[in-house]
């Protein structure tokens, strides 16, 4: 039984009972914690806000013998309030805690994990940057430091030089034209410059990039494969976020449509 003080992002939350809330919390020094925020749900609670998806506050928790603790207190220190305002990047916050979830094993800090996170909801709630870079750069970032690092170096199988025309999401290799087959993903240089970037840039330089959004979302629908295999989940938040990229997207083209009619 023991008083915890420690830093951490609330990456689900579920209501239950009257006025609680369940949480689960990726900490600083501790990894994953279940915590119960008690009474968190009504108004003139401390912990409403606090208590919220996606706040990053500093956690005062007790844990008795459970798997459970209790939230004793919490002081936000940032909520990344305009994530939760748009509900395009909702959806995405959604899935990258998604994927931190799937990746971390309880009980198990990652310091650069926690770190990748809050950078990249720093960049979805206050930076304008495509959706798509966001999501394709923290794919191969987090998969990286999971433990599932691509091998982007010479072709995996005769060991060419230069290589890089296919990628193979099963052993997340490069190939050159010779070894690739027709069922590996192609690639071009570009392509395969913004995955080494992605995985390698200093943490500050993340998405200091540029590239054609043709070029990301080629490498955005590799990335969520991969992520996808290798995590061995289908991740309904990520189908949720595409179906509404899918509806901005007729929304817009039936604007344009309308303002050609006009001309
Ligand atoms: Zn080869």
């Known amino acids: 039984m023991a008083n915890i003080k420690t830093k951490g992002i609330v990456i689900r939350q579920r209501d239950y009972g009257e006025a609680d809330r369940m949480l689960t919390i990726f900490t600083e020094e501790h990894g994953i914690i279940k915590a119960a925020a008690h009474g968190a749900r009504r108004t003139r609670s401390k912990q409403s806000a606090a208590s919220q998806f996606l706040c990053f506050g500093e956690f005062m928790l007790y844990r008795g013998g459970g798997d459970v603790a209790n939230v ?22 959604t899935y990258f805690a998604d994927v931190l979830y799937h990746i971390l094993d309880s009980a198990n800090p990652d310091a650069a994990l926690l770190r990748l996170f809050l950078n990249t909801l720093y960049a979805l709630a206050y930076k304008n940057i495509p959706l798509e870079k966001i999501k394709t750069v923290f ?13 982007l170096g010479v072709c995996a199988q005769c060991g060419k030089a230069n ?7 099963r052993s997340g290799a490069v190939l050159c034209s ?14 395969l410059l913004i995955m080494r ?45 595409k179906r509404l990229q899918d509806i901005n997207g007729f929304v817009k083209g039936a604007d344009g449509d309308e303002k050609a009619g006009q001309v």
Do not use: T
């Not at 004793?72 to 916050?93: H, M, R, T, W």
């Open 197 to 241: 970037y992605a995985i390698c840039a200093d943490d500050k330089k993340l998405f200091s990039f540029r590239a054609p959004d043709e070029v990301i979302k080629r490498v955005s629908e590799l990335s969520e494969r991969y992520a996808s295999y290798h995590l061995e989940h289908e991740f309904e938040s990520l189908r949720y976020y």
């Open 72 to 93: 004793n207190s919490v002081s936000p220190i940032d909520s990344f309030y305009p994530i939760q305002e748009d509900i395009s990047k909702l959806a995405l916050g």
């Open 163 to 169: 290589a890089g025309a296919r990628f193979r999401i």
């Open 139 to 151: 794919e191969w970032r987090a998969m990286s430091l999971g433990g599932f690092m691509p091998q």
């Open 178 to 191: 010779q070894c690739g087959s027709r069922s590996d993903s192609r690639l071009d240089e570009l392509m």
